[in-house]
């Protein structure tokens, strides 16, 4: 059983931004190497604490042996993380799907290359039973250390009870779990779970939940547990949305720990942050047309800024949506201190060398 190096343990516990890898595409959607290179090389300036790569982001269609993108684009990622020769801990995820056979061979894979973790998706396995879903991911625990992923039902996730998620807590190498339901209720569950577990102490929550980012970090849950109080909160974000504005994905979870050590209390600008990050993400996300254009609402923004070079998706049916290119011009207009456009321009000549 591959076990979790001492430094990325403690750095998944204490809370970091993970984006989810986007893929670069050329216009006849084939994988743009240079600027693959350059995605990865631009999470890493921007201080994020790791990638998560061949996740829904990266686009599940890497996996089909015709387009075969899901081993090349983990190995480009490792080895411009290898080349960088980091001073500080980065977390190193990889997205691992399909029916038990499939992800475990996947996981091997992602052992083999020198990932730390692997999200553990449960796209398109609807009809599953839960115990089904159970022992599928005690065999990839095996091979290497797991992230739970609680994928939102509209892009190919489903609903998952309390009793899964409790006894997913009790799987012995599960480090830390993804909660992204888009759902309150939900996310609370997991939560509670994982509190009534015997390894809450064990598990780092993460939001993915795209849609109300501020406040999951903000937000401590206290849960009476056998006559006993455990407390309980979400430290960090593997988030589709930190693709984009990366750097100021950064600044923003700084700004999160920091008032949540404040004796006076969260200050109230938070919450309106909140908001404003939501509104973003709704454009980015295209929410108004039930997340259609989600992944080429990320690259249109990675493309204004001059990372990729179009918007390309290897499903040509995927694309903007209508009036998503507006509503993304509108929240760049309200709010600009939340773009990182600057440190892009200021950089890129940096990260574009020897590609």
Same mark, same amino acid.
């Given at each position: ?194 509190? !009534? ?11 993915? &939940? $795209? %849609?109300?980012? /501020?406040? +999951? ?108 290119? !507006? ?11 939340? &773009? $990182? %456009?600057?440190? /892009?321009? +200021? ?9």
């Amino acid at each position: 059983m591959g076990s979790l190096d001492h430094k990325i343990k403690t750095l998944l516990h204490e809370g970091t931004v993970i984006p989810a890898h986007p893929l670069a595409l050329t216009a006849d959607r084939t994988l743009d190497e240079d600027r693959q290179r350059l995605l990865t090389r631009y999470y890493m300036a921007s201080g994020a604490g790791g990638i998560a790569i061949g996740v829904h982001t990266t686009q599940f269609q890497i996996r089909d042996p015709k387009i075969g993108l899901y081993r090349k684009v983990l190995e480009m990622a490792i080895e411009e993380i290898e080349k960088a020769d980091l001073d500080r801990p980065f977390i190193k995820v990889a997205g691992v799907s399909g029916n038990t056979e499939q992800a475990v061979y996947e996981a091997k894979v992602c052992a083999e290359l020198g990932y730390d973790i692997v999200l553990v998706s449960t796209n398109g396995l609807g009809d599953w039973p839960e115990e089904a879903l159970l022992e599928r991911t005690r065999q990839i625990a095996e091979i290497i250390p797991v992230f739970g992923f609680y994928l939102q039902p509209s892009v190919g996730g489903r609903v998952l009870s309390f009793d899964f998620w409790k006894a997913f807590a009790e799987i012995k190498n599960v480090h830390a779990i993804k909660m992204a339901p888009f759902n309150r209720y939900q996310t609370l569950e997991v939560v509670r779970a994982v509190c !009534e577990s015997s390894r809450c102490e064990d598990i780092a929550l993460y939001t993915g &939940n $795209d %849609d109300n980012i /501020v406040v +999951d970090l903000l937000t401590t849950y206290n849960f009476k547990v056998n006559e006993r109080q455990v407390t309980k909160e979400i430290v960090g974000g593997l988030l589709g949305h930190w693709a984009v504005w990366t750097h100021k994905a950064v600044d923003l979870l700084e700004t999160v720990k920091l008032a949540k050590k404040r004796k006076n209390g969260i200050p109230l600008e938070l919450l309106t942050l909140n908001v404003d990050v939501t509104d973003t993400n709704a454009a980015f996300f295209d929410a108004a047309n039930n997340f259609h254009g989600c992944i080429a609402g990320i690259h249109e923004v990675l493309y204004r800024q001059g990372i990729l070079r179009g918007i390309w998706c290897l499903d040509e049916n995927e694309g903007l949506s209508p009036g998503q290119k !507006e509503e993304i011009d509108r929240v760049y207009r309200n709010y600009p201190e939340l &773009n $990182d %456009d600057t440190f /892009v321009k +200021d950089n890129m000549a940096d990260w574009l060398c020897d590609l």
